[in-house]
């Protein structure tokens, strides 16, 4: 609950967190429906983040378009797919990285519009492949995000990401307040 003056009680919940570990264990099943989408590798493809207004984080992150959707665009489908890695991946856990790099772009939604908004994460649940630390915390890896269902200033979005070899790393949910 907000006091008046609009802050967080300390005896209220902001965020919870459920977290499942398990380990690599023998198996009889093993399958992967989860095909990388074709599109040019990271080096064919121009910057997507130009040097205008944009949020600090960002500038800890290299993207690259692969002639998907461009945010602010105006574009009639709520999908982006495009390459992120950080700039500087030192000293980082590469299951961090990868956490980190599924929460990095704005919410597919916002390609649909002709400028930035704000926007709201209010629930994000991830599932980790078998290899989420696969080639280490500074590679690129492609991002696809797609909104589901956008109404009412809300939105569900599915968001996957992949190695560069086509590896899926993770898999992700999450519903998005629009304020548009």
């Not at 999908?79 to 590469?94: E, M, Q, V, Y």
């Not at 929460?103 to 629930?123: C, E, G, I, R």
């Amino acid at each position: 609950m907000l006091s008046p003056a609009g802050e967080l009680a300390t005896s209220d919940v902001a965020t919870r967190a459920l977290l499942c570990f398990g380990a690599a264990r023998p198996s009889a099943l093993s399958h992967r429906a989860l095909p990388m989408p074709a599109v040019p590798p990271p080096h064919a493809c121009p910057a997507l983040l130009g040097s205008g207004e944009r949020p600090v984080f960002l500038q800890h992150f290299d993207a690259r378009a692969t002639g998907q959707a461009r945010f602010g665009a105006g574009h009639p489908e709520p999908a982006i797919t495009a390459w992120f890695r950080h700039r500087d991946a030192a000293g980082i856990d590469p299951v961090v990285a990868l956490i980190a790099l599924g929460d990095v772009s704005p919410p597919a939604p916002l390609v649909m519009l002709n400028h930035m908004v704000p926007v709201s994460t209010m629930t994000w649940a991830l599932e980790l492949g078998p290899e989420p630390g696969q080639g280490g915390a500074g590679g690129w890896r492609l991002l696809e995000l797609v909104g589901e269902v956008i109404a009412d200033g809300y939105a569900a979005e599915r968001i996957t990401i992949w190695a560069e070899d086509g590896t899926p790393l993770m898999t992700a949910r999450q519903s998005v307040a629009i304020f548009a």
